[in-house]
């Protein structure tokens, strides 16, 4: 098994380089990038957004392009769209300054040479390091992302080997209708119906809008800021699982129904033993092995992408608006830091998850798998 974990964190390496360098020529090739945003601010297109140049914020900015555009120098060769009348100077200083003064490939050996010191550089519009932003939006996306997880495997793991027992039932036919209902509403739907029903909507008022405290949560007791929190996050949670438990249970109950036929139940119960010894003993362990391998994917979807939408509508300042905010703004360390980061950690999760089938089924030999 030691030869295994060894030859997967090596595997590590050329996977996240394949990812960013993939992601990498992409991103040029895109428009739009830090030094067009900037020339669209001071065009006057974009002018209430974010932004710093070489320390100066956008009032700055607007100041000093009154000076710019007074300066007509021809640009016809200029790369940059609408960047015609601006001082060549400037432009050429902008480029200096996002790094956009060397080739596309000195570029990339550069962001690989800090990101092996894990040094992910500073956000070009919010003006602090992308380590740090991580880390501030960190705790909201993980309460959404475990929270909803754990939910989600708590209803569907008996849900679902309730219905492979009683398959065909009433029981097993008006929660598959419910289940199928659920699945069809988009999670962000379903947290509009939450605000207009819950939150101060067209109805009641019982849960707050936005955040996941409240505004006195330091003067509350250690009791009340439990309280305070689940408060807040009952809505943003509820929203993700509604639609996130249809596939988990469907997944558990065909895995369980796919053991029940296999020969070994009939042997099993042909011994006397009872149907819960049976399939708690026998077949939980066989038929959790695809259930079990789907929880990095679970984990990551909602932590990362699957909660985007939710935060917004929930004003909560976590990873997934931030990973939209800088992909808009092209702000690219923040965009290939987050990368780096979420891809790196999905791939620990993957072997995590190896290593947990070995635990369920210790006859699961990854030693002798080709990796």
């Known amino acids: 098994m030691l030869s295994y974990i060894i030859r997967r964190l090596l595997l590590i390496i050329p996977t996240l380089l394949g990812i960013l360098l993939i992601n990498f020529i992409i991103v040029q090739a895109a428009p739009g990038g830090p030094v067009e945003q900037i020339i669209s601010q001071i065009k006057g297109h974009n002018i209430d957004s974010t932004s710093r140049i070489a320390g100066t914020d956008k009032g700055d900015v607007s100041s000093q392009s009154t000076g710019i555009q007074t300066n007509q120098s021809s640009d016809a060769s200029s790369k940059y769209r609408g960047s015609q009348g601006l001082d060549p100077e400037f432009i050429a200083e902008l480029e200096k300054y996002y790094g956009f003064d060397k080739p596309a490939h000195e570029r990339f050996f550069i962001m690989l040479k800090n990101y092996l010191k894990f040094d992910f550089g500073e956000s070009y519009f919010k003006g602090k390091k992308v380590i740090d932003l991580i880390i501030e939006k960190m705790p909201v996306s993980i309460s959404l992302g475990l929270w909803t997880t754990l939910i989600v495997y708590l209803i569907s793991i008996p849900l679902g080997i309730r219905k492979a027992v009683r398959d065909g039932s009433e029981f097993d036919i008006w929660t598959s209708t419910a289940i199928i209902i659920g699945y069809a509403i988009p999670s962000f739907l379903f947290a509009i119906a939450l605000v207009v029903f819950l939150?101060?909507?067209?109805?009641?008022?019982?849960?707050?809008?936005?955040?996941?405290?409240?505004?006195?949560?330091?003067?509350?007791?250690?009791?009340?800021?439990?309280?305070?929190?689940?408060?807040?996050?009952?809505?943003?949670?509820a929203s993700l699982v509604i639609a996130g438990f249809a596939t988990l249970t469907m997944l558990t109950k065909n895995s369980f129904m796919d053991e029940i036929s296999k020969l070994y139940v009939s042997t099993a119960k042909a011994k006397g033993l009872s149907e819960k010894k049976v399939l708690y003993g026998h077949v939980f362990r066989n038929a959790m092995l695809i259930v079990i391998a789907g929880f990095p994917a679970a984990f990551i979807s909602v932590l990362f992408t699957g909660a985007l939408l939710i935060e917004v509508i929930f004003s909560l300042d976590g990873l997934g608006l931030l990973g939209y905010e800088s992909v808009l703004n092209r702000d690219y360390p923040v965009v290939f830091?987050?990368?780096?980061?979420?891809?790196?950690?999905?791939?620990?999760?993957?072997?995590i998850t190896d290593l947990t089938y070995v635990v369920i089924d210790p006859r699961i030999d990854f030693e002798t798998r080709d990796t």
Do not use: C, M, Q
């Open 199 to 237: 939150a101060g909507g067209s109805f009641l008022d019982i849960f707050p809008l936005r955040g996941l405290i409240s505004s006195n949560w330091e003067s509350l007791n250690w009791f009340e800021k439990i309280l305070d929190y689940l408060w807040h996050i009952t809505l943003p949670v």
């Open 337 to 351: 830091g987050t990368l780096f980061i979420f891809t790196l950690f999905g791939l620990i999760l993957h072997l």
